[in-house]
């Protein structure tokens, strides 16, 4: 079974520009979050997808980002015009719909790694 | 507030010898934990998790964590540390389940080198 794949793995651009980053998450996985950790920083949660609709997106930090989940398969995370602030390191985690009361373990990716001159 | 503590940034340990990886959490209730490692160029791997019950957990590669409510700690601990563990790892917990959101809180986490 393939795992979470991002991409790309890397991006670098200059200020201003546009950037999107895109997720695959494990198939048949409802939940699909976005998490970053800045230079230095915490890894800090962004939002979370349930199929196509955004559940949680209390972590965007403005909206110059925006994220996606057209059909409920992958998703996509635009920042738009970018700035110094946002060079990081973007996670994309997915799990299993809810079952019950459980906690479901998230599968992480192995993260784009985004540089902003 | 909410938080996550790793209070080391940085450990070094020679190969073989035992492992206590420090994490201490803020919250009014009983969370959900999690202790995640990340290699070089890898994504972050669950090492284990800990929801109810016995309160030492046992994880992959030999790791196992253990919930004392009573410190608001759940430590990580490897009795033997293999050259391959050199790596970074991270508590995250899970709060607020009442409520739904099931986002991830983590700690700043723990690098660790290991020694010949």
């Known amino acids: 079974e393939a795992g979470v794949t991002q991409f790309p793995s890397h991006s670098v651009i200059e200020k201003g520009q546009t950037v999107t980053l895109r997720c695959d998450p494990i198939?048949?996985?409802?939940?699909l979050y976005w998490y970053r950790r800045v230079m230095g920083k915490e890894i800090k949660f962004l939002l979370h997808?349930?199929?196509?609709?955004?559940?949680?997106e209390s972590g965007m930090p403005n909206n110059r980002f925006l994220a996606e989940r057209t059909g409920g398969t992958y998703s996509t995370l635009k920042v738009q015009p970018a700035e110094l602030e946002d060079s990081g390191v973007y996670f994309c985690?997915?799990?299993?719909?809810?079952?019950?009361?459980?906690?479901?373990?998230?599968?992480f990716g192995p993260g784009t790694r985004l540089l902003v001159l | 507030a909410q938080s996550v503590t790793q209070p080391d940034i940085h450990i070094t340990v020679s190969e073989g010898a035992s492992l206590e990886l420090r994490c201490n959490y803020s919250?009014?209730?009983?969370?959900?934990l999690f202790w995640y490692v990340q290699s070089p160029g890898q994504g972050l791997q669950l090492l284990l998790k800990?929801?109810?019950?016995?309160?030492l957990v046992q994880g992959i590669k030999g790791f196992e964590a253990e919930f004392k409510r009573s410190q608001s700690s759940f430590n990580l601990r490897k009795p033997s540390v293999h050259w391959s563990d050199a790596a970074e790892y991270f508590c995250?917990?899970?709060?607020?389940?009442?409520?739904?959101?099931?986002?991830?809180?983590f700690g700043s986490g723990t690098r660790l080198q290991v020694q010949p």
């Open positions: 919250y009014g209730a009983t969370p959900y």
């Open positions: 997808f349930v199929k196509e609709s955004k559940q949680d």
């Open positions: 800990y929801f109810s019950g016995d309160t």
């Open positions: 198939s048949g996985h409802d939940n």
């Open positions: 995250a917990v899970v709060f607020a389940m009442d409520t739904g959101r099931r986002a991830l809180t």
């Open positions: 985690a997915s799990s299993q719909a809810r079952q019950g009361l459980s906690i479901e373990t998230q599968y």
